[in-house]
């Protein structure tokens, strides 16, 4: 399929027309929001099917056929938020502070994209490794740690590791994410009592989240005014330049098409629901209105419309 | 003695208390109650609430937008409290506190 047929594709799924729905929603000041405790409760539902599906894949791949892929994730893992933190300082002119917290949320994963990614390959008919979904957690956790020592190294003060390492471990993203993987390899087979409830209205869920997504992301567009060009630049730039990586590194690891597919969108994709908390807690004098809005205002709506099909393209391109 | 029904009770015991309010970014729930907790209050209410203010921004759209502690102390606790979070929290969080006088009815429980 041509490019721009699977752009066009992405573009008119049900998920990327509600995050459009939610966004023209907060434009035209109407309402529409999801309730708060159905916003938390969504998100609960779609962490645990994430980890469920991935969990029941894990079980079922060979040692060998992960343990490469598994590497890689760690290895991008600790290396990605050094090179967005010294592109943030050196290009960006940054304070370090702000530096590294902007970088934790690049170094970690947005999981909403990762399954939006997932909807799209399926939409298009491009299997990939179901086990990518564990490979989350992995990006995830030494990112932000990472990215919080390169704060604390150059401003050595308050930081509680103790704090710090129990709210990214143990969080409830992560650890909704790591107990639906444990769940869905311990339960195997016998995972398909849940189905009817975790996968079969997991897009409906999603859409219904995604809808949510454009009204909070939209109203971090006033934002924008303030943040500057190099933010901006930095939020539209970071999602292609670590996307690309990622679909190279995807393809060194033996991913298949789908795979690396998902991957390079794992590594593109910027975190906003469990970097922005530890990094609120660990680094509380970063400007919390930086790393948000480039996240969840530019990178997030990016990486949903035109990221993904792009990182498809780029996936295609080095597997061909 | 119980009172005859429609004459006016025996007046109740109060006791002046301070009530001490705290309005804070929901990501710091837990540290706050640990807070008010270790500086000696023997309880708390904690509502979940919206709000403006010069700050604006919160750190996670999932952890809520603010929540609202409340608490019933001595006059001292009090003055401890607002002493820890002017440490901790005001420079780098969104934050409001505030004490009011408030008569209490079995005022001892709190002390």
């Known amino acids: ?320 | 003695m119980r009172s005859p029904a429609g004459s006016t009770p025996d007046p109740v015991q109060t006791v002046v208390l301070k009530r001490v309010t705290i309005v804070a970014e929901a990501v710091l729930e837990q540290r706050l109650i640990a807070l008010i907790r270790d500086c000696g209050a023997k309880g708390w209410t904690l509502l979940d609430c919206r709000g403006e203010g010069s700050r604006g921004v919160r750190a996670s759209e999932w952890e809520g937008a603010n929540v609202k502690l409340e608490t019933l102390v001595a006059s001292a606790v009090a003055d401890t409290i607002l002493a820890r979070l002017v440490r901790d929290y005001f420079e780098h969080f969104a934050v409001v506190a505030y004490v009011q006088d408030v008569r209490v009815v079995r005022g001892d429980k709190y002390i």
């Open chain 1, 1 to 320: 399929m041509e490019t721009f047929e699977l752009a066009r594709l992405n573009l008119t799924s049900p998920m990327v027309l509600g995050f459009a729905l939610g966004i023209v929603a907060a434009l035209v000041k109407s309402d529409l929001k999801l309730p708060e405790a159905l916003h938390a409760g969504l998100s609960v539902y779609l962490l645990l099917a994430i980890g469920i599906k991935g969990g029941v894949e894990l079980g079922k791949a060979p040692l060998a056929e992960i343990s490469a892929p598994l590497l890689v994730t760690l290895g991008i893992g600790l290396a990605s938020p050094i090179w967005c933190y010294a592109a943030l300082r050196g290009l960006g002119r940054f304070s370090a502070v702000d530096a590294a917290a902007i970088a934790a949320h690049y170094g970690s994963v947005s999981v909403v994209t990762f399954t939006a990614c997932g909807t799209f390959l399926d939409a298009v008919g491009v299997a990939y490794e179901g086990f990518m979904s564990a490979l989350v957690a992995f990006l995830e956790v030494p990112a932000i740690v990472v990215a919080i020592f390169l704060a604390r190294r150059s401003t050595p003060s308050t930081t509680r590791w103790n704090e710090t390492l129990r709210e990214v471990v143990f969080g409830k993203s992560n650890l909704l994410l790591l107990g639906g993987v444990a769940i869905g390899a311990l339960a195997g087979p016998a995972a398909e009592q849940v189905k009817p409830f975790f996968v079969d209205p997991f897009r409906g869920a999603l859409t219904l989240f995604l809808i949510d997504m454009g009204v909070i992301a939209a109203r971090r567009l006033g934002d924008l005014r303030t943040s500057g060009v190099r933010l901006v630049a930095f939020a539209l730039g970071a999602p292609l330049v670590n996307g690309a990586i990622g679909a190279w590194a995807g393809e060194l690891a033996g991913l298949s098409v789908g795979g690396t597919t998902v991957f390079a969108t794992m590594v593109a994709s910027a975190s906003y629901i469990a970097a922005p908390v530890a990094v609120r807690i660990a680094l509380p004098e970063a400007n919390p209105a930086l790393y948000l809005t480039s996240s969840l205002a530019v990178t997030f709506p990016f990486n949903l419309i035109v990221g993904i099909p792009i990182y498809h393209a780029i996936a295609r391109w080095l597997h061909a």
